[in-house]
């Protein structure tokens, strides 16, 4: 029995650590886009006061994952750990419940963009999480710390400082590994093209008419076609079955007059350069002498810098003449830009529909640098 109890606390202190370790270092790769899913959670939760701690809370979720993480699957503070595993879970698996009924967000980012779960998945995910952490605590009393309590507090700097290099590395420049639908090497066009045969959207119609003060619901099958005297109300469809959706279903480039230019990029045959801007207004000023001089560079090359923004044209326009800034802007959707480049502004460089290179503000190239890369 001894033996058995041994077994099963080591298949799941490793089982349960590594699914903390894979989750913790995926969000580190890119602590942004945590953020970004932790302010939809605090939207959700009508706490928008709480949003300008999102990237502070994302650190301190991707620490904490990793850490339990790694001292699980190594064995380390191993009691301490697991107790603090269960109250992590107690927070999270009520929290996904209620994202599961409610739905107030599309996916619960708990792998990041690396595997994308629905919420029901997510909450059975941590039901299984769950039964795996007791199955431990109740099977882990034999178990002894193979490292003394100072050695063991020594080696928590491992995954301390490994977790917050990473992370802080890619707040910094750009996610070390990039999950997302604009990754470089990445067609658009492909991405927003659907494959033939793919499911479409499938909706249950429904007609309210009335009679005689009586309101009542019919579909196709049993509305009451020999009867005139029914008078229709209105009709209602309801979605119940999603369809095939493209990874990329959101790219629209709309000029301020309205025309929407996305075909006309994307089918260029030269290179093109964007520069991501979710809200131009929060925008870091200093990079635009920079990427002014960008600007002349490549158009002296017949290859166009175009901004792309959420930003309200009146809020462009104000922006643009107070920072000197030349570069015209189309209108696209701000959770879109977000996911292009994690870096406001951000730099892209497309050779046709292709995505061929990412900089984040902290190392847009030089014009020399830039050029020997369209050169290639």
């Known amino acids: 029995m001894k033996k058995l109890n041994h077994i099963l606390a080591v298949l799941c202190r490793l089982l349960f650590g590594a699914v903390f370790l894979f989750s913790g270092f995926v969000k580190a790769v890119d602590p942004m886009g945590t953020a970004i899913k932790i302010t939809d959670y605090l939207t959700a939760f009508s706490l928008e006061g709480l949003t300008d701690f999102a990237l502070p809370l994302a650190f301190l979720l991707i620490t904490a994952e990793f850490v339990i993480g790694f001292n699980l699957f190594f064995g380390v503070h191993l009691k301490k750990t697991a107790w603090a595993a269960l109250v992590f879970m107690l927070v999270m698996t009520p929290i996904t419940l209620y994202l599961a009924i409610a739905n107030p967000v599309s996916d619960c980012g708990c792998f990041g963009d690396a595997i994308v779960l629905t919420n029901w998945q997510t909450f059975w995910k941590n039901v299984i999480l769950d039964i795996i952490l007791l199955v431990l605590l109740l099977t882990m009393k034999g178990e002894y710390p193979w490292l003394s309590e100072w050695a063991s507090w020594v080696v928590m700097v491992i995954p301390v400082g490994v977790v917050l290099g990473i992370g802080l590395h890619s707040y910094r420049h750009l996610p070390m590994l990039d999950f997302r639908p604009y990754k470089i090497g990445n067609s658009i066009k492909e991405g927003m093209s659907v494959p033939e045969g793919a499911p479409t959207d499938e909706y249950k119609v429904s007609f309210i008419y009335e009679k005689d003060g009586v309101k009542q619901e019919f579909t196709m099958e049993d509305y009451p076609w020999n009867d005139s005297t029914w008078v229709f109300v209105e009709q209602k469809s309801e979605l119940v079955k999603k369809g095939h959706v493209p990874p990329i279903h959101d790219f629209t480039m709309e000029t301020p007059d309205g025309e929407d230019i996305t075909e006309d990029i994307l089918d260029r045959d030269g290179y093109t350069l964007l520069v991501i801007c979710p809200k131009l207004e929060k925008a870091d000023t200093k990079h635009w002498k920079a990427l002014e001089a960008l600007r002349k560079s490549v158009s002296r090359n017949g290859i166009p810098m175009i901004g792309m923004t959420s930003s309200y044209t009146t809020e462009v326009e104000k922006y ?51 050029n020997a890369i369209i050169k290639k």
Do not use: M
Request: charged share 25%; glycine share 4%; with cysteine.
């Open 320 to 370: 643009c003449r107070a920072n000197r800034i030349q570069i015209p802007f189309v209108a696209t959707d701000e959770i879109t830009l977000k996911t292009i480049v994690r870096s406001n502004p951000g730099l892209v460089l497309l050779k046709g529909d292709v995505v061929t290179a990412k900089w984040h503000y902290n190392d847009f190239p030089t014009s020399d640098e830039l």
